[in-house]
């Protein structure tokens, strides 16, 4: 009978890269001689190397969501001038930090004249909320509604809303801005239908829903289109002066 040879077995670095254990890989060896210097039990020395995997995957995966949201990281809250907002808007805002508005699936409309920061304060949230690992997609309307238009030109107009609808947060930047036609406008409310109540919408719009006809092009659809952004939201009045003009004329003094 011919006795089979035992198989060598893997080394723990090969180990480590099957379970995808990439960053255990990277440090167990140093941190091992760290625990041995200190005396750190096995429990100790194994818990820390959790630890920075841990760490390390979150970080990651924090990264790979900004990525995709394709918010302008430049627009972060520590960036935002939030002293220039009156106390209750304030309050509005950090009160939505927590993300707990996405269970409610409720929406964030925020309104104001052209330069009040309503598209920075809103990407600024949306980044808050992709630190506590939320998922978040960003884009301007009239590039969303293109994008629709060619889904719907494709028949695949169902698959892209589906595709939309895996992200927890869609924030919608100048809705209005640009008047839409009538095709448009059907793909931009189709899209606000398929999200009623399944995940949060945060809009920014310069116009107050009495002129959102000019959007939707009909009574009956603006309506049924507010009444779904309404329902279950939270509106921010951003009624003040232009931050990029205020900002030009600080520039212009300090020149002076």
């Given at each position: 009978?011919?006795?089979?040879?035992?198989?060598?077995?893997?080394?723990?670095?090969?180990?480590?890269?099957?379970?995808?254990?990439?960053?255990?890989?990277?440090?167990?060896?140093?941190?091992?001689?760290?625990?041995?210097?200190?005396?750190?039990?096995?429990?100790?020395?194994?818990?820390?190397?959790?630890?920075?995997?841990?760490?390390?995957?979150?970080?990651?995966?924090?990264?790979?969501?900004?990525?995709?949201?394709?918010?302008?990281?430049?627009?972060?809250?520590?960036?935002?001038?939030?002293?220039?907002?009156?106390?209750?808007?304030?309050?509005?805002?950090?009160?939505?930090?927590?993300?707990?508005?996405?269970?409610?699936?409720?929406?964030?409309?925020?309104?104001?004249?052209?330069?009040?920061?309503?598209?920075?304060?809103?990407?600024?949230?949306g980044q808050e909320l992709i630190?506590?690992?939320?998922?978040?997609?960003?884009?301007?309307?009239?590039?969303?509604?293109?994008?629709?238009?060619?889904?719907?030109?494709?028949?695949?107009?169902?698959?892209?809303?589906?595709?939309?609808?895996?992200?927890?947060?869609?924030?919608?930047?100048?809705?209005?801005?640009?008047?839409?036609?009538?095709?448009?406008?059907?793909?931009?409310?189709?899209?606000?239908?398929?999200?009623?109540?399944?995940?949060?919408?945060?809009?920014?719009?310069?116009?107050?829903?009495?002129?959102?006809?000019?959007?939707?092009?009909?009574?009956?659809?603006?309506?049924?289109?507010?009444?779904?952004?309404?329902?279950?939201?939270?509106?921010?009045?951003?009624?003040?002066?232009?931050?990029?003009?205020?900002?030009?004329?600080?520039?212009?003094?300090?020149?002076?």
């Amino acid at each position: 009978m011919v006795s089979k040879k035992k198989q060598p077995s893997p080394c723990l670095d090969d180990l480590l890269t099957e379970l995808r254990l990439s960053t255990i890989r990277q440090h167990y060896a140093d941190d091992a001689q760290q625990a041995a210097t200190e005396t750190l039990s096995y429990q100790a020395y194994l818990q820390g190397l959790v630890e920075r995997e841990v760490e390390s995957r979150k970080h990651n995966r924090i990264s790979r969501l900004l990525r995709q949201s394709r918010l302008p990281l430049e627009k972060s809250l520590s960036a935002f001038e939030l002293t220039r907002l009156p106390n209750k808007i304030v309050q509005q805002i950090r009160s939505l930090l927590d993300g707990q508005f996405l269970a409610r699936t409720e929406n964030i409309l925020a309104f104001g004249n052209p330069g009040s920061g309503k598209t920075h304060l809103l990407c600024a949230i949306g980044q808050e909320l992709i630190q506590l690992g939320h998922t978040v997609y960003f884009s301007t309307c009239s590039l969303l509604v293109q994008d629709l238009l060619r889904a719907k030109r494709d028949l695949v107009l169902d698959k892209a809303l589906k595709k939309l609808s895996k992200y927890e947060v869609l924030i919608i930047d100048d809705i209005g801005y640009v008047q839409q036609n009538r095709a448009e406008m059907e793909v931009l409310f189709s899209l606000l239908a398929y999200r009623y109540e399944r995940g949060s919408v945060m809009i920014t719009s310069n116009l107050p829903f009495s002129q959102w006809e000019s959007i939707f092009k009909d009574p009956m659809t603006t309506a049924a289109a507010i009444d779904r952004l309404v329902h279950h939201s939270v509106i921010l009045e951003l009624n003040m002066k232009s931050y990029r003009i205020e900002e030009a004329k600080k520039q212009k003094r300090k020149v002076r």
